[in-house]
């Protein structure tokens, strides 16, 4: 899944997901859009987060292939 189909499927707003990781919104926004690229403890936290339903190891096969 998608950090963006999880947030939809979810109800949860960018806002709210960025204060349950501690980053800021315009991090999420860019996550959403495909912008940016998660370091390996954020990508690990969204996957913890999101109870494995963004795996943090597509981030890095779609970002660095």
Not at 29 to 57: N, Y
């Amino acid at each position: 899944t998608t950090l963006a189909a999880y947030l939809a499927d979810t109800g949860t707003s960018q806002n709210d997901f960025a204060a349950t990781l501690g980053v800021d919104k315009g991090t999420v926004s860019r996550l959403v859009a495909g912008k940016m690229t998660p370091s390996l403890p954020l990508a690990a936290k969204i996957e913890a987060v999101t109870g494995r339903r963004v795996l943090a190891v597509l981030w890095f096969i779609a970002h660095h292939l």
